[in-house]
């Protein structure tokens, strides 16, 4: 599984005040905190509190403030175009980045698919389109493969893409995992190499009680489906936990006694 940590992130306080403060310490402390815990990528994103004007120059503060302490691959977390260059700049000097996020939107996807070969950036594709999130497996798988072709297009490999079907409030939309777990299985179906599937696993839980509970078992499922990344806190050591026993029981992972420890040291 690739990890991509998602505390770096000004919507949790801690971050958001450092990052109204300009004070790196905590920025520079959670990044590490993340790699310490098994975290492949990291979610950079400035959050809410930020004014707009601000978020270019915010965002390049956020960046080299991480890649103060790591060069690992940095996803850069906005919706806007202006600060998804600033931020793939400032990440790409050292390391590598990835878009986080475009969707299947015509302009929106070209755009950000330019943006992906400027940089080699990989990119992550989300589920959505001019109509709104899709609400079927086959409709999220369409936008899945009109992600992918644009990458080709621009040629990006297939496995530079990861597709996001959208993960939906558990609390809100019940039978959203069932419609998700689908979409996962027909994605790594769409090419040779398959793209990436990954999710954003927190917002499943968004709302609910027992959220923990909820994250870890239904990650379980997903990666038995065929899910490769997710966004999520690697933190959570019962979480992190039960992704590292599902690859093991899927005999992604070599067994030992020691396979918690040994995961976490590699």
């Given amino acids: 599984m690739f990890v991509i940590g998602e505390r770096t992130n000004g919507m949790f306080t801690s971050i958001g005040d450092a990052i109204l403060a300009k004070d790196p310490q905590p920025v520079r402390a959670m990044a590490e905190q ?12 400035v959050g809410t509190r930020v004014p707009k004007a601000e978020r270019p120059a915010v965002m390049q503060w956020l960046v080299a403030t991480t890649r103060e ?33 475009t969707t299947g939107q015509a302009d929106k996807l070209a755009a950000f ?9 990989r990119i992550i594709g989300l589920a959505i ?3 709104g999130v899709a609400a079927t497996a086959d409709a999220k798988v369409e936008i899945g493969m009109r992600v992918l072709a644009a990458a080709l297009d621009v040629g990006l490999a297939a496995d530079e ?30 090419s040779d190499p398959a793209p990436h599937v990954v999710i954003g696993l927190s917002n499943l839980s968004q709302g609910a009680t027992e959220r923990g509970l909820i994250n870890r ?22 979480l992190m936990n039960a992704m590292i026993t599902a690859e093991v029981l899927l005999n992604r992972m070599i067994y030992s006694d020691s396979y918690l420890k040994a995961y976490r040291q590699t």
């Fill in 161 to 190: 893409v990861y597709l996001d079907p959208i993960t939906l409030p558990l609390n809100c939309a019940q039978n959203a995992p069932g419609i998700m777990l689908e979409t996962i299985r027909q994605f790594k179906m769409l």
């Fill in 69 to 101: 302490v790591t060069d690992i691959c940095l996803a850069i977390d906005t919706p806007n175009l202006e600060v998804m260059r600033v931020g793939l700049e400032a990440a790409c000097r050292k390391g590598t980045g990835m878009i986080n996020s």
């Fill in 129 to 131: 389109d001019e109509n």
């Fill in 34 to 45: 993340q790699l310490g815990c098994g975290a492949n990528a990291l979610d950079i994103n």
């Fill in 217 to 238: 078992s239904f990650l379980v499922m997903a990666i038995q489906a065929g899910l490769d990344a997710s966004i999520h806190d690697p933190l959570d050591e019962e």
């Fill in 113 to 121: 698919m330019k943006l992906a070969r400027e940089f080699k950036a």
